[in-house]
């Protein structure tokens, strides 16, 4: 049996991990769990997590609302 899997993942806030503070290491500026709504998604303003993603935004809307 084959599967695919798909990450999402933050690469540079798990670079920051900190094991004594390990809620501040789970995004770099923003909750990422937070910008998954249109109006984030579709504002001028973009988290740093969000920097060179903009091209997945319509991808992302199509696998998340199909």
Known sequence: MESLHWLFVNHLAYSTF?????????????????????????????????KGHGSCDQFLMKLIFF
């Not at 390990?22 to 990422?32: A, G, K, Q, V």
């Not at 937070?34 to 109006?39: A, F, I, L, Q, T």
């Open 18 to 50: 900190d094991p004594s503070a390990p809620s501040l290491s789970r995004f770099i500026d923003e909750d990422f769990n937070r910008v998954w709504v249109e109006d984030r998604l579709d504002g001028l303003e973009k988290p740093l997590s969000f």
